[in-house]
């Protein structure tokens, strides 16, 4: 009997040290931000599998003829769109339809622009809004910010489409041996790595607040936040292109970017240091927070003062002004949109004087959709579902740093900035409330509308 | 449903299989409580019409046989009016049933009054509304019955510049 324990054990301690030596190497990787080149290799064997299965979809669908299946259907590449398809997303199918949208929306605003300014109501003037009814009915930009992005092929996860692994023998077999990989080979790896990341987190913040306040404190806290998001990070495999690392934000700045999802905290901590502003939560997010806060000037407020906004923009003053101070890390949208889109910016941190650093992050959603629909997933199927998704690969521009302008005030500083992003992440601007995933349109906006059409009916 | 769909596809409007079969998407998204019918509420949810003056009246031209829905039938044939494929002449319609409230082909002084308050609102005291509104029906009104026809309608929108009307490219 005891030779068989032996046995076992010696078996066991066999089969998982492999296991751990490249969990370990992958920490001591993270720690000191070296890379083996492992993962971008990873990506471009998913990519040539990613072209394969559209090729082999392709075929099958020209074989059998255009047969609509009943049920989910996502558009082809090359379908009978009037737009351009890009490879990977239909950002450019909205960018294009935005553009239309933005159009008639001016021309039934105030009546000049492209048509001829024609004082006095004619009979055709209710078609304007006939039209922009209509488009908003066939397909509203706002609702589908708030869903996860149409991709144009298949990425080989059935979540993205239910029909496609009933194609082709082939193309079922990859995406079960896929299957296979991601929930029992990639997943428990990650979710270890996670695991011991955020230990390894909560140890080193803790430890780091022990210092005293001064230079070492600060520099130790610069060295452990960069470790310890790093290990953090490779929990989901995140591939993160980093460009433009001169614009980086600096000290008594704020730094501002378009929001996805709550990781895009843990890929900014990746490469620079930041003080985070938010709400304070319960559970697993509220531990993270306390374990944050020992280390670093983090804000965070309770949800009663987030109704005060003068009380959160003063605390946001009173943090820039202090010397040493971390730059903070501010999503003015307010809530995670689907990163094909870039929404209303609220001015609240723009009233700040200080230097502006935008930061523009976009997903690649052929290897995961890294948007959290917080209506409809809750946290934990949220990082399930970010944990068996192939990789998160995502880029992040720095643009340079911008300051308010004579004579602008907080919210055209704030659309400026949102322009700058959008343009650089090659996402739409929108200048719909973020908010609006919750509450309806403020009536006010109806009545703006009223108003100006009845200052062009009144010149008779 | 998939075949009811068909059916309608080749006898009323201009889509082909994958436009309907989006649309429909479009339609179950809508349609929160599952009813199979789009109630004014269903369409409120879309902020862009909250912001829409003439919602109520865009909803109502949908719903033909006026029970307070609009089922899927009257969603694509409403939309189908509107599309790029669609002729002048449904554009017109379109446009012309907005004024049209009661549906009875003529567009009275008192409708005209009705949809030209829904767009200004409170700017405008209805004195000076019902004047433009009086104006507007004696400049088309030719046949002098004191409403605007259907085809006195298209007399005057043509001369005010109706390319508007085939500007709509609708991507379905």
């Known amino acids: ?460 | 449903m998939g075949n009811e769909v068909s059916t309608h596809a080749e006898a009323e409007c201009t889509f082909n299989a994958d436009e309907i079969n989006r649309l429909r998407k479009r339609f179950q998204k809508m349609d929160m409580d599952n009813s199979g019918s789009l109630s004014v509420d269903e369409f409120m949810s879309l902020p862009e019409l909250q912001q829409n003056p003439l919602v109520q009246r865009v909803i109502d031209t949908f719903d033909r046989n006026r029970d307070g829905g609009v089922d899927f039938k009257e969603f694509i044939e409403g939309i189908s009016q509107f599309s790029v494929k669609g002729n002048r002449e449904s554009k017109l319609r379109f446009a012309f049933s907005i004024y049209d409230i009661d549906g009875d082909g003529f567009i009275t002084n008192s409708e005209l009054f009705q949809v030209l308050k829904m767009m200004v609102g409170n700017n405008l005291k209805d004195l000076q509304l019902q004047q433009i509104v009086d104006k507007t029906i004696m400049y088309a009104d030719k046949d002098g019955d004191g409403k605007i026809s259907f085809e006195e309608f298209c007399v005057v929108v043509r001369n005010s510049g109706v390319q508007k009307f085939t500007d709509f490219v609708l991507v379905v």
């Open chain 1, 1 to 460: 009997m005891i030779a068989l324990d032996n046995w076992l054990i010696a078996l066991a301690s066999i089969a998982l040290s492999p296991f751990l030596l490249v969990v370990l190497l992958i920490m001591v990787l993270a720690s000191t931000g070296c890379s083996l080149g492992i993962r971008e290799k990873y990506v471009q064997v998913l990519l040539a599998i990613f072209e394969w299965g559209r090729i082999r979809i392709e075929k099958s669908e020209t074989e059998s003829g255009r047969n609509s299946v009943d049920g989910d259907l996502e558009r082809e590449d090359g379908g009978e769109g009037d737009f351009p398809l890009t490879p990977n997303s239909s950002s450019a199918n909205l960018l294009a339809r935005q553009m239309e949208a933005h159009s008639h929306y001016d021309s039934a605003v105030d009546g000049s622009g492209r048509k001829s300014i024609r004082s006095g109501f004619t009979l055709s003037d209710a078609y304007d809004y006939c039209k922009w009814g209509m488009e908003a009915i066939t397909e509203d930009q706002v609702t589908k910010s708030f869903e996860a992005e149409e991709i144009n092929s298949w990425n080989l996860l059935t979540r993205t489409n239910m029909n496609y692994h009933y194609i082709s023998v082939r193309l079922t077999i990859v995406w079960c041996l896929g299957f296979l990989f991601r929930y029992f080979i990639l997943m428990p790896f990650r979710l270890l790595i996670t695991v011991i990341g955020v230990l390894w987190l909560t140890t080193c913040m803790a430890f780091t607040g022990y210092l005293p306040n001064g230079p070492l404190k600060r520099r130790v806290n610069q060295y452990v936040n960069l470790m310890c998001f790093r290990i953090v990070s490779r929990g989901f495999s995140a591939i993160i292109r980093f460009h433009d690392p001169q614009n980086k934000a600096k000290e008594g700045g704020i730094c501002v970017a378009n929001h996805t999802t709550p990781i895009d905290v843990i890929i900014l901590s990746v490469d620079n240091c930041y003080n985070l502003i938010g709400q304070r939560h319960h559970g697993f997010l509220g531990f993270l927070q306390r374990a944050l806060s020992r280390a670093a000037n983090h804000i965070w407020f309770e949800r009663s003062e987030t109704k005060d906004r003068m009380a959160v923009s003063q605390r946001l003053k009173d943090h820039v002004t202090v010397p040493h101070n971390l730059p903070v890390l501010v999503f003015p949208e307010g809530t995670c949109i689907n990163n094909t889109t870039v929404m209303m910016f609220k001015k609240g941190c723009f009233e700040v004087d200080c230097p502006i650093y935008p930061v523009a992050i976009k997903y690649d959603p052929r290897f995961g959709d890294a948007f959290w629909n917080s209506s409809e997933q809750s946290m934990v199927q949220y990082l399930l579902m970010m944990m068996t998704s192939w990789a998160i690969v995502c880029d992040v521009w720095y643009l340079p740093p911008m300051r308010r302008k004579e004579g602008e005030d907080a919210a055209m500083f704030a659309a400026r900035v949102k322009n700058e992003i959008a343009n650089k992440g090659g996402l739409v601007e929108l200048d719909w409330d973020g908010q609006l995933k919750r509450q309806n349109v403020k009536v006010e906006w109806k009545q703006i509308q009223q108003k100006i059409f009845s200052e062009r009916i009144k010149f008779e």
